[in-house]
């Protein structure tokens, strides 16, 4: 498998070094939720790049148009990222259609938002029985994503040991994985389970061969937002950033096999030049109790990511007497 070195924190990715696009040509690449915004600007730019991009998304009439535009190497696959065997789907048709039958980058991108319906957040008549919540958002945002990080890792473990390969993926996460968002319920929560599988996964990814990045868009331009809404939110201090930035932080974390356990903001360009920087707050650099217990917890926690690791290991991870 490709080698990799195991994550260690030696500051924040310079992201003024520009990504190295000759890389993706006949790369395999995986886009959910790429029909619309952050995705199908990301997916135009991977094409664009010679990149052979596998576009999934619940917008059938949209996708296929999408395929129209970009090309010959995109394919379009309807799904739904909360059913498994619709993801199942899509990564099966990456590996048949791509040119090297590979599945080389991962972008988990699909979601939902607060717009969608949050049924925590209403507050229901105290005196009737209490209404359960639908927790979609939560669904596909989080167990959508855990499926499209499962079935990542079990198809990179395909994948040829070349160095022409790559085994990279990436979510999009939010800032509100930072800071608070007052009702933003099931969103937020989501969010913040996915740094958190990041954070914890990187520790063990590298003996796969394995990378895994966090991106955290804030506002970005988008059709979707109506023209009056987005006036509504700049007029209260909001500054928007462009979707192709998103594109361009996706492209350097897919380009660099340096890059693992980061988490890239996007950014406006009068925050950073190049529209995204390392959040930089993943790690604890100062003495005190969280460093001190972060490396008591990389000590306690010795389990390998390697078949048959756990056969003499209690469910704990202790050692079997």
């Known amino acids: 498998m490709p080698q990799l070195p195991r994550y260690e924190y030696t500051g924040p990715v310079d992201c003024s070094i520009p990504p190295n696009r000759k890389v993706l040509k006949d790369k395999s690449v995986i886009i959910t939720g790429g029909a619309n915004g952050m995705g199908l600007e990301t997916a135009r ?9 596998t576009i999934a ?23 739904n990222i909360a059913l498994w065997e619709d993801q199942v789907n899509v990564f099966e048709a990456a590996i048949k259609s791509s040119p090297h039958r590979s599945c080389d980058i991962v972008i988990a991108n699909a979601g939902i938002s607060r717009a969608s319906g949050d049924d925590l957040w209403p507050l229901d008549d105290p005196n009737a029985p209490p209404v359960k919540p639908k927790l979609n958002i939560v669904n596909v945002n989080l167990i959508g994503t855990m499926y499209t990080w499962k079935l990542a890792v079990h198809y990179f473990r395909k994948q040829p040991d070349t160095e022409d390969r790559d085994r990279c993926f990436i979510m999009t996460g939010s800032l509100v994985s930072w800071i608070d968002s007052p009702a ?23 003996e796969q061969g394995i990378r895994i990045n966090y991106v955290a868009p804030c506002y970005i331009k988008s059709a979707i937002r109506s023209a009056a809404y987005e006036a509504e939110l700049i007029s ?22 340096t890059i693992n356990g980061h988490s890239l903001m996007i950014t406006p360009r009068s925050v950073a030049k190049e529209g995204f920087m390392d959040v930089n707050m993943d790690d604890h650099v100062d003495e005190g109790f969280f460093k001190r217990n972060q490396e008591t917890q990389l000590r306690i926690i010795e389990d390998k990511w390697e078949p048959g690791w756990s056969k003499g290991r209690t469910a704990e991870g202790a050692k079997k007497e």
């Open 45 to 53: 730019a991977f094409a664009a790049e010679g990149a052979f991009v």
């Open 184 to 206: 933003n319920w099931q969103y937020t929560s989501s969010k913040y389970g996915l740094r958190g599988l990041m954070r914890t996964a990187r520790r063990n990814t590298h």
């Open 57 to 79: 998304d619940l917008d059938y009439v949209r996708g296929k148009k999408i395929v129209e535009e970009l090309g010959s190497n995109t394919q379009f696959v309807k799904c």
């Open 236 to 257: 209260k201090g909001v500054e928007f950033a462009p979707p192709e930035d998103v594109a361009t932080c996706m492209m350097r974390l897919a380009t660099d096999r």
